[in-house]
């Protein structure tokens, strides 16, 4: 049974601070991409920050200065530290875990979300 489950959205002032986290049961959780998405009302989701196996990190771009994403793969656990935020982050924040292996299947799971509202 694999379990992904954020924790940290709340109700914040534009350039307030929220820490998002995400942990995660069932999977070999350090093999594994970890991903941040949002998803406002409407709209399309979209990737906003993930990390790899290796540490290695991408962010979208409305984001980047701003946001910080990381992992502690002894907690299995990644987390969102988002900084200096505006109204147009105000979205559904979804944790995903992804891992293609050497044969190309694709495994995929995701969170319940979290709700990030940036207003004054």
């Known amino acids: 049974q694999v379990q992904l489950v954020e924790s940290g959205g709340g109700l914040v002032q534009p350039g307030g601070s929220l820490r998002l986290s995400c942990a995660a049961s069932?999977?070999?959780?350090?093999?594994?991409?970890m991903g941040w998405y949002r998803q406002a009302p409407g709209k399309q989701r979209e990737l906003v920050a993930a990390?790899?196996?290796?540490?290695?990190?991408n962010y979208r771009d409305s984001v980047k200065g701003r946001f910080t994403v990381s992992r502690d793969n002894v907690k299995n656990t990644v987390y969102l530290q988002m900084n200096s935020l505006k109204p147009e982050d105000t979205a559904v924040y979804y944790c995903n875990a992804k891992l293609t292996d050497v044969v190309m299947r694709s495994y995929d799971y995701w969170g319940q979300g979290t709700q990030v509202t940036v207003s004054s």
């Open positions: 990390i790899t196996s290796g540490g290695t990190t």
């Open positions: 069932g999977i070999s959780f350090s093999m594994y991409t």
